[in-house]
Nanobody, 116 residues
Framework: QVQLVESGGGLVQAGGSLRLSCAASGRTFSSYAMDWFRQAPGKEREFVAAISWSGGNTNYADSVKGRFTISRDNAKNTVYLQMNSLKPEDTAIYYC?????????WGQGSQVTVSS
């Protein structure tokens, strides 16, 4: 069992920055890759970023590449998403997630709203 709790969302003007955090408990956090997804109103959930268990490899959706940075601190069982140069189209509920063969866990989500 894994519990994921996101924090750090909020309202920001276009061009601003936010940092999301996701605190994990349960299974050995440092053993698993971690992901961020987002879901905008009326749209399907989409992949945002991923980071390997060691933090040595990252991957980003084209829509956020160069603006968002995913990182992790295994000593704190926490993964982060630094979001810069935010755009109104980044408005969504952001979810952290982890999974393996046949299983996946999700956090409750954190609302990010970017005003124009």
């Amino acid at each position: 069992q894994v519990q994921l709790v996101e924090s750090g969302g909020g309202l920001v003007q276009a061009g601003g920055s936010l940092r999301l955090s996701c605190a994990a408990s349960g299974r050995t956090f440092s053993s698993y890759a971690m992901d961020w997804f987002r879901q905008a109103p009326g749209k399907e959930r989409e992949f945002v970023a991923a980071i390997s268990w060691s933090g040595g490899n990252t991957n980003y959706a084209d829509s956020v590449k160069g603006r968002f940075t995913i990182s992790r601190d295994n000593a704190k069982n926490t993964v982060y998403l630094q979001m810069n140069s935010l755009k109104p189209e980044d408005t969504a509920i952001y979810y952290c997630s982890t999974g393996g063969s046949g299983w996946r866990y999700w956090g409750q989500g954190s609302q990010v709203t970017v005003s124009s």
